[in-house]
């Protein structure tokens, strides 16, 4: 069981984002040990830091994926959110999910939404000969 001071070492060191701590400690105080309420915040933790270092003004919310740089089994020629005219061109190669992620940031970016930045899924959509991935964005 870690400490109160360890806990507020642990949110100064990782410069987290208060809700994120409140959601833990209400955990916390609900009975949940440390280590069991922030199993999930880890992964929240990392993608934010990931977010930071490469210059996104998105974050990636498919905590399911356990690899960012794992091949995400997508494969398309270009993306969309499916709501605008606007579109990505992609390498037409598997990508990875950091590389979806990236392409799904300079979406955002050249849509200019600054509502949606939270990335929740990815739609895969035969478009007549070409393939185009259609990005979820979510607020």
């Not at 959601?23 to 830091?49: A, C, N």
């Not at 590389?99 to 979406?107: R, V, Y």
């Not at 849509?111 to 930045?117: A, Q």
């Amino acid at each position: 069981m870690k400490t109160k001071k360890e806990i507020e070492n642990w949110v100064k060191r990782d410069n987290l984002n208060p809700m994120i701590v409140d959601y833990t400690m209400e955990l916390v105080d609900q009975g949940f040990s440390f280590e069991d309420s922030t199993w999930g915040m880890v992964k929240v933790v990392e993608l934010m830091k990931l977010s930071q270092k490469n210059g996104f003004e998105t974050e990636f919310t498919l905590y399911d994926v356990e690899d960012i740089n794992e091949l995400s089994g997508i494969t398309a020629d270009y993306m969309t959110n499916g709501l605008d005219d606007i579109q990505i061109q992609l390498e037409n190669k598997e990508l990875t999910w950091l590389e979806l992620w990236a392409a799904a940031d300079n979406l955002y970016k050249k849509i200019g939404d600054t509502e949606h930045l939270f990335v929740e899924s990815f739609d895969v959509i035969q478009n007549g000969d070409k393939t185009e991935v259609q990005v979820f964005f979510g607020s």
